[in-house]
């Protein structure tokens, strides 16, 4: 069988990958080289990102989102079959999609406001036959509050979504006790831990760890804030309205 030919920005997606302890098959990196030119030509259409550039793209948005991986694969053994997580504000599908690609026994849920961008994470799904990926249109604060998804889910994972204080205020309530949220964070996720802290503790969490991540030739500092639900969030919570966004948690 002949082998396929990747550019260079792909090809260092796998050996980034493989640091991480995954390995891609070449069907895998086929399957991200067709991702990142569907973000490209849907981009002509809409804003889907910034980053327009096929190695940014794989970069600061693929590799980005592997570094949630290990993390996964550490938490397998708590999840029924198939694991299951819920990926909030997922936009263009990150880390959602990137993730599945690489561990494709998970099951992904993928949660948006905007229905356009989960109308272009169905065509990639579609794209890719990835399998067991499903996209709610839905403001997190609105879609805990309903019972088939509140403290349901194993894994809550977000990037880029909000800042800490709040962002915990969407993720903890639909996290299953003894689950875990994962949030990506850049340089001030120490500062943004120390902000949350309250938040965290109400909702009925505990930090976890502070995991640093690093990008294939980047400088810039990152980390996974790792936070485990230990306690039921009460049921005031999340609050409606944009509260969390506006007012987040805070010790009065």
Same mark, same amino acid.
């Given at each position: 069988?002949?082998?396929?030919?990747?550019?260079?920005?792909? +090809?260092?997606?796998?050996?980034?990958?493989?640091?991480?302890?995954?390995?891609?098959?070449?069907?895998? #990196?086929?399957?991200?080289?067709?991702?990142?030119a569907l973000i490209q030509e849907w981009n002509q259409k809409f804003n889907l990102t910034a980053i327009t550039d096929e190695a940014e793209i794989v970069a600061l948005h693929f590799a980005d989102a592997l570094t949630v991986a290990p993390v996964l694969l550490r938490e397998r053994a708590r999840c029924e079959t198939p694991p299951t997580f819920m990926d909030v504000g997922t936009g263009a599908g990150l880390p959602g999609i990137?993730?599945?690609?690489?561990?494709?026994?998970?099951?992904?849920?993928?949660?948006?406001?905007t229905a356009k961008k989960l109308r272009f994470?169905?065509?990639?799904?579609?794209?890719?036959?990835?399998?067991?990926?499903?996209?709610?249109h839905a403001r997190a604060e609105e879609l805990a509050l309903r019972p088939e998804h509140?403290?349901?889910?194993?894994?809550v994972v977000a990037r880029a979504v909000a800042p800490l204080p709040? #962002?915990?205020?969407?993720?903890?309530?639909l996290t299953r006790l003894g689950g875990l949220c994962i949030a990506m964070k850049g340089?001030?996720?120490? +500062?943004?831990?120390?902000? &949350? &802290?309250y938040a965290i503790e109400v909702l009925g969490g505990v930090?976890? &760890?502070? +995991?640093?991540?690093?990008?294939?030739?980047?400088?810039?500092s990152r980390a996974l804030v790792l936070i485990r639900k230990l306690r039921p969030t009460p049921r005031q919570y999340p609050r409606a309205g944009g509260a969390p966004r506006n007012r987040p948690l805070k010790p009065r």
């Open positions: 069988m002949k082998r396929r030919v990747f550019t260079d920005s792909i +090809q260092k997606l796998g050996d980034f990958a493989n640091g991480l302890g995954l390995c891609l098959s070449e069907s895998q #990196l086929e399957q991200f080289a067709r991702y990142a990137p993730l599945k690609i690489a561990l494709p026994e998970w099951r992904v849920w993928l949660v948006d406001s994470c169905e065509a990639v799904v579609q794209a890719l036959a990835l399998r067991e990926v499903y996209a709610l509140r403290e349901q889910y194993p894994v709040t #962002l915990v205020e969407y993720l903890l309530p340089r001030q996720a120490e +500062q943004e831990v120390n902000e &949350a &802290a930090v976890e &760890a502070l +995991q640093p991540t690093a990008l294939p030739q980047r400088e810039e």
